[in-house]
């Protein structure tokens, strides 16, 4: 009969430890929420933000978690070694990071959270006294618990937002689903893994058409020089003709201003043929 009662009240002890770490891993504090876009076929690093939060306490890396949010609940991640093989391309080498191998369509909209548990308080002992009377006599049974009841979690969430190429929110000014700065963004289908390509202007370069050629105002510069030397030869041949030559041009004089004004304005023709 102790055994019984005994064996209940362990039972009950580890079912309430249980619920206590059931609620404890599902939920916690949300130190950071973010979005990381990634081109389609790029290798992409999430890093756990919920360790800057714990910087200066002590906390066990086995309690740092890789989660992945699914429609039915969070799915572990599991730690791997490199090459490893994994269809969801997921893989935690460390604690601190989580690096996912040729991103694709199917991760479009994966949420992922790093988990971060640590315990705020020593575990209290707790002890249980039970009394059971049998055949008149009564027993006194003492069991001694350690409980774990005051846990802490901090929790950071990455959102991961594939890049393809797609047409992005209009109301923005530039479409975050393009990472092609100065370029056409192509996707590449031919094969059962899809990847993004950037095909650049000429005075760009760089994965992301982000890079300016060397000696590209140089080159832009002797390319625009004709009609940079035709308009300054319009310019400098409209200066002389309006300014330089007015100022040599010889005065024209007027007749009027040559004639003897001692003439009398109307002459007497009889005078002239008697």
Wanted: charged share 20%; net charge negative; aromatic share 10%.
């Amino acid at each position: 009969m102790r055994l019984i009662l005994f064996f209940s009240l362990l039972v009950a002890v580890k079912s309430h430890e249980t619920n206590i770490a059931k609620d404890y891993s599902e939920h916690g504090t949300v130190v950071q929420s973010k979005i990381l876009y990634v081109p389609l076929g790029f290798d992409a690093t999430l890093n756990c933000d919920a360790l800057d939060s714990l910087e200066s306490v002590h906390f066990d890396p086995s309690k740092v978690h890789w989660r992945r949010l699914t429609r039915s609940g969070t799915v572990e991640i599991s730690r791997s070694v490199p090459g490893a093989v994994s269809t969801q391309r997921f893989y935690s080498t460390s604690h601190q990071s989580l690096i996912v191998f040729g991103v694709q369509m199917v991760h479009n909209n994966t949420v992922v959270e790093c988990h971060v548990e640590r315990e705020e308080e020593e575990p209290q002992h707790e002890l249980v006294n039970l009394a059971h009377l049998s055949s008149g006599v009564k027993h006194d049974i003492n069991a001694s618990f350690a409980i774990r009841e005051k846990r802490e979690a901090f929790v950071s969430r990455t959102k991961i937002v594939v890049q393809d190429c797609g047409v992005g929110d209009e109301m923005m000014a530039s479409n975050a689903l393009n990472p092609c700065m100065y370029g056409a963004c192509l996707v590449d289908n031919s094969t059962s893994f899809h990847r993004l390509h950037c095909m650049c202007v000429e005075q760009y370069t760089g994965e992301y058409c982000e890079q300016l050629v060397k000696g590209t105002y140089w080159n832009e510069f002797l390319f625009y020089s004709p009609v940079l030397a035709h308009l300054f030869f319009i310019a400098l041949f409209t200066f002389h003709q309006c300014c330089v030559a007015r100022t040599k041009k010889v005065r024209r004089t007027a007749l009027e201003d040559v004639l003897d004004k001692s003439f009398p304005e109307k002459i007497d023709m009889k005078k002239l043929y008697p």
